[in-house]
């Protein structure tokens, strides 16, 4: 018998790899989960054919999009409800997927429903792509027996959260191009501007007024320190933007990020609409309110809104309501706590919820558009006093001498 070559997970999630002589891939596949092994699939391969690992170049590959993802959802909802086997839907929609790495992934997840794994198995081995919340939904579609339906949820979730996102670049990155171009124009004008007006004032012989000889002296030490200026400000951005992407860097930031002017606030309105779309979305979807709580948690993208999300699950395991460890949370308006409250009392949480998400993402659209508003007439004014302010510095000794000529 052929020797296959394959990789898994056990129980705990650690990773496994290793050889297993069988009659073909199915075999292996059965005779590792007999031994409470996860195999991938995609990973179990006949010995000594072709490579037994695939060259991939980071960040050359084709990314997998969000929006790819959403139409899987939507059209995998389609095939379902129209009484399509699994099995039947996911080799159409592999076969007509345009994303090579995309395409790969959903022949994964094929091979394991047809060796006998779940839905839900097969996309938890792709968690960048299927992350916790897509898969625990699926599994609850499973097990229910309305994947259709969880599918349709599911896609309507993730268009609202691409919007939300989309939103919140708009904000950010408006400013952002505005101020950057703000620092390349000054830097421009001190580095390359001045330096010439410097040596014609030299010529003058008398002192220069105030403004003029302090813009000299910024431009004097730009030009001759650019390289430790520049390369310091790239390697703290480098290193801040590096802190920031760890768990320390998230707890020591994302309170700052809470309590910042006019973006604290947006920050938190995203926040409470993400908690309760995704919360109301499980919830709906027939997901254990704990489990529910701690999966909202983990995609809050705020560690504050984690932490108090995680100290309503406690309390909700001791007996407690969710609203009295929110109601404690900054985070969280009292109008959102009083609506939760409303909502366990009548047995519709999953709707309160929705409609709670509803209202804070009209709010974030109307906070995106006055923060507009706002920042632009303030970024051409600070442009404006900046880059003003330089030429009218450069122009004082030339009024100075026109007077004593006069």
């Known amino acids: ?60 590959g084709p990314q997998v999009k969000a929006k790819d993802i959403v139409v899987f959802t939507r059209q995998f909802s389609t095939m379902i409800d129209s009484g399509l086997p699994i099995v039947q839907a996911l080799d159409i929609l592999t076969r007509q997927a345009e994303n090579k790495e995309f395409r790969n992934i959903l022949s994964g997840v094929k091979e394991t429903v047809e060796t006998g794994g779940t839905l839900s198995d097969g996309m938890a081995q792709y968690p960048k792509i299927f992350d916790e919340l897509y898969v625990n939904l699926i599994a609850a579609g499973e097990s229910s027996g309305a994947l259709d339906t969880i599918l349709e949820r599911l896609a309507a979730h993730m268009e609202k959260s691409i919007k939300l996102q989309r939103e919140v670049k708009t904000a950010m990155i408006y400013p952002a191009v505005v101020v950057s171009t703000a620092v390349v124009v000054t830097a421009v004008l001190l580095i390359f501007v001045i330096p010439t007006f410097a040596e014609m004032f030299a010529d003058f012989g008398q002192a220069l007024p105030l403004p003029t000889q302090i813009v000299i002296n910024i431009s004097n030490f730009l030009v001759n320190n650019w390289f430790v200026i520049f390369g310091s400000a790239a390697t703290i951005i480098a290193l801040t933007v590096r802190f920031l992407g760890t768990d320390r860097g998230k707890e020591v930031f994302h309170p700052i990020f809470l309590k910042l002017p006019i973006f604290g606030e947006l920050i938190k309105k995203v926040c409470v609409a993400r908690f309760s779309r995704t919360l109301g979305t499980m919830i709906s979807s027939g997901v254990p309110l704990l489990e529910a709580l701690q999966i909202c948690a983990k995609t809050s993208g705020n560690k504050v809104v984690e932490r108090d999300v995680m100290r309503a699950r406690v309390g909700i395991s001791e007996g407690k309501s969710i609203v009295d460890p929110l109601e404690d949370s900054d985070v969280f308006p009292t109008m959102v706590t009083q609506m939760i409250a409303v909502g366990e009392q009548t047995g519709a949480l999953d709707n309160m919820l929705g409609k709670i998400a509803d209202f804070y993402e009209d709010e974030v659209d109307t906070a995106v558009s006055g923060l507009k508003q ?14 003003g302010g330089i030429i009218v510095a450069m122009y004082l000794p030339i009024f100075k001498l026109g007077s004593i000529v006069g």
């Open 374 to 387: 706002l920042i632009e007439p303030v970024i051409i004014v600070v442009l404006g006093v900046v880059v």
């Open 1 to 60: 018998m052929p020797i296959y070559v394959w990789e898994g997970k056990d129980a705990s999630g650690k990773k496994l790899k290793g050889e297993i002589e069988a009659r073909d891939s199915r075999s292996v596949f059965n005779a590792l989960k007999s031994q409470r092994i996860t195999p991938i699939p995609s990973k179990i391969k006949e010995k000594g054919t072709g490579l037994d690992k695939e060259l991939k170049v980071p960040g050359l």
